[in-house]
């Protein structure tokens, strides 16, 4: 309690250089080793995040945009705290680089082609807490780029077994079958461009499943934007 109300009332600092006013303050995170543009599926220097055409086999999403290694240890702490410690306002200074960083790497012209979409926290078995962080860092996104949120746009139609108790295999099948575009939302999704605001990549099975869904349902193309990954 006495730590909760000592975070309330102390000054944002940095995590690493202790300056006032952020959590991560742009000078610091400009000089840790940042990631460079990657297919993220062959890791190879991709233009922009792409996932090359030769690495899309079976492969439904078209961009994953990283901004930061999780083994930087500045960067793990500061989502461990952001998600398990109630220090939600670390998302102001992850939304506002992850906006930046959005807008280096896509070119666009009309915000209505564009939707912004979070995980849900049962689809990836998050762990339930009063709030969902990839939400706050969504909806922030959303603000600063002018681009449509949706909250709820999936539906869960089966039970799946936990995914950590299955191997790779498994836990693909698992997944099949298991979600369903809510009604509402199901014609709006053609030719629409996703981007998927988490804080770190999911094993690639889940991820890969969401965006197939909404490929599925037409969607034009798929980017992930995402705060660290390994
Ligand atoms: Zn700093
Ligand atoms: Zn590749």
């Not at 940095?14 to 990657?38: A, G, Q, T």
């Not at 030719?191 to 869904?213: A, M, Q, R």
Request: glycine share 0%; net charge positive; proline share 1%.
């Amino acid at each position: 309690m006495f730590k909760f109300l000592k975070d309330l009332i102390a000054p944002k600092k940095c995590y690493s250089c202790n300056e006032e006013w952020h959590f991560l303050c742009e000078n610091c995170l400009s000089k840790m080793s940042n990631f460079e543009p990657i297919c993220y599926i062959c890791k190879w220097r991709s233009d922009k995040f792409e996932i090359h055409n030769n690495c899309k086999k079976n492969v439904y999403y078209d961009n994953i945009i990283i901004l930061s290694h999780y083994k930087n240890k500045i960067i793990s702490k500061l989502i461990k705290d952001l998600k398990f410690y109630s220090k939600k306002d670390i998302a102001e200074d992850f939304w506002y680089y992850l906006s930046e960083l959005f807008f280096e790497n896509e070119i666009y012209k009309n915000t209505d082609n564009y939707i912004i979409i979070y995980p849900s926290m049962w689809f990836f078995k998050k762990l339930k807490r009063w709030y969902n962080h990839s939400e706050i860092l969504a909806k922030y996104i959303s603000k600063k780029t002018n681009i449509k949120l949706w909250k709820k746009y999936i539906k869960k139609i089966k039970t799946t077994r936990q995914q950590s108790k299955l191997s790779k295999e498994e836990r693909v099948l698992n997944l099949v079958n298991t979600f369903k575009i809510a009604n509402n939302k199901v014609d709006k999704i053609d030719k629409k461009i996703f981007i998927i605001v988490d804080d770190v990549i999911s094993t690639g099975s889940t991820i890969n499943e969401l965006s197939k869904i909404l490929k599925q349902n037409w969607a034009k193309k798929i980017i992930w934007l995402i705060i660290a990954s390994d």
